[in-house]
């Protein structure tokens, strides 16, 4: 089992940035590779971007490729999202997951633990 509490959300302006920290509990952390996804209101969750166990391996959606960057360290069982150039369309609740298997993974369907959800609210 796996514990995972996001942090970090908030109200930003257009252009501005935002780190989201996510802290897992109950498991080795290294064990797991990690995501974030967002939803939108009215909108399905999506992939943002994700990283494999040891942080060697990233992927991003096309949307925000260029400007998030996700990072983990292990030893502090934490995975972080830095958003940079923050836009309106950004605007959702984020959330982290965790797939138990070391290699990353787009697809919701692949991740077997997820947090509660930060809000990210950009203004325009």
């Known amino acids: 089992q796996v514990q995972l509490v996001e942090s970090g959300g908030g109200l930003v302006q257009a252009g501005g940035s935002l780190r989201l920290s996510c802290a897992a509990s109950g498991s080795t952390f290294s064990r797991y590779a990690m995501g974030w996804f967002r939803q939108a209101p009215g909108k399905e969750r999506e992939f943002v971007a994700t990283?494999?166990?040891?942080?060697?391996?990233?992927y991003y959606a096309d949307s925000v490729k260029a400007r998030f960057a996700v990072s983990r360290d292990n030893a502090k069982s934490t995975v972080y999202l830095q958003m940079n150039s923050l836009k309106s369309e950004d605007t959702a609740v984020y959330y982290c997951?965790?797939?138990?298997?070391?290699?990353?993974?787009?697809?919701?369907?692949?991740?077997?633990?997820w947090g509660q959800g930060t809000q990210v609210t950009v203004s325009s």
């Open positions: 990283i494999n166990w040891s942080g060697g391996g990233t």
């Open positions: 997951a965790a797939r138990a298997a070391r290699f990353s993974s787009g697809r919701m369907l692949d991740y077997d633990y």
